[in-house]
């Protein structure tokens, strides 16, 4: 069984060249496996960076038109020669067996989707609880910086939302419609890559108010009591919220990181509501 690695790309010369490298050294012989770079039209110099990579494994390089992150997954994923996916980032470093770990987790359960392990630049797992291997996850897991899962599974899901315009939420609502049709997701720690783009404070903050204005549009499409509490739309975090929004002077000296990424996020998802209800 061959896999299809689906990278979208944006003006990320110098980390996606590190992650194209990663895969040259996979346990897979080089036949077993291609890497889709859907490039939504970088002005870095991504296309002669490319050029001159020559790798020996089969590179399918597109160049298309800036329409958003769905939008290039969707693309790489329609174009992709294998039966099985993994969606990655451009920042995402593979270690030698992800590959092969991806595969074998298919081998035996191939109506299934399967969560890696992303290790973070400070060197700790993005996903924090204690799992077992082959562990059941929750759709809130469908987090698509190292997730496998077959073509056709995704093709019957509708694919991503192009619709999700800014940060945020365009992988876990997908993950939403293949629990809704009962596609089961599992925990697989043997499947390691690297995530390799640390996020300052400030940048955090502009994107939980992008995150906050992609759960509006998320609670949009699917207004029900499960999604309102996911989305962190409980009357005590609202409240919150609300009384910082009426004591500006409070929020200017409040200097915990967690509260004012709340607040943002919050901020974010109040303005994406009342957008999509004019």
Not at 136 to 143: E, G, T
Request: aromatic fraction near 12%; charged fraction near 20%; avoid cysteine.
């Amino acid at each position: 069984m061959q896999i299809s690695v689906v990278i979208g790309a944006y003006n990320q010369r110098s980390v996606l060249e590190t992650t194209l490298k990663s895969f040259i050294n996979q346990s897979l012989l080089v036949s077993e496996y291609e890497i889709i770079v859907v490039d939504s039209s970088s002005t870095d110099g991504t296309d002669r960076m490319i050029e001159e990579l020559k790798p020996p494994y089969r590179l399918n390089y597109l160049r298309v038109e800036n329409q958003g992150k769905s939008a290039a997954r969707n693309f790489g994923i329609q174009q992709a020669k294998y039966p099985i996916i993994l969606l990655t980032d451009a920042d995402m470093e593979a270690t030698p067996t992800l590959l092969e770990e991806h595969r074998k987790a298919h081998e035996n359960q191939l109506f299934s989707a399967f969560e890696g392990m992303t290790i973070n630049p400070d060197k700790t797992p993005y996903i924090k609880q204690k799992l077992k291997r082959l562990q059941k996850l929750a759709f809130s897991y469908f987090l698509t910086g190292n997730l496998s899962i077959g073509k056709k599974l995704l093709i019957q899901a509708g694919l991503f939302d192009e619709a999700f315009s800014g940060y945020g939420w365009e992988d876990i609502e997908l993950g939403y419609r293949l629990h809704q049709m009962k596609i089961p997701l599992y925990y697989l720690p043997s499947a390691v890559n690297f995530h390799n783009h640390p996020v300052t404070a400030v940048d955090m903050l502009k994107r939980k108010y992008e995150m906050g204005k992609s759960a509006a549009y998320f609670y949009q499409k699917h207004p029900n009591f499960e999604i309102k509490m996911f989305l962190g739309m409980n009357p005590i975090a609202m409240g919150i919220y609300h009384l910082l929004k009426k004591l500006p002077r409070l929020l200017k000296i409040i200097k915990n990181q967690y509260i004012l990424e709340e607040y943002n996020y919050r901020l974010g998802l109040i303005e994406g509501l009342n957008a999509l209800t004019r």
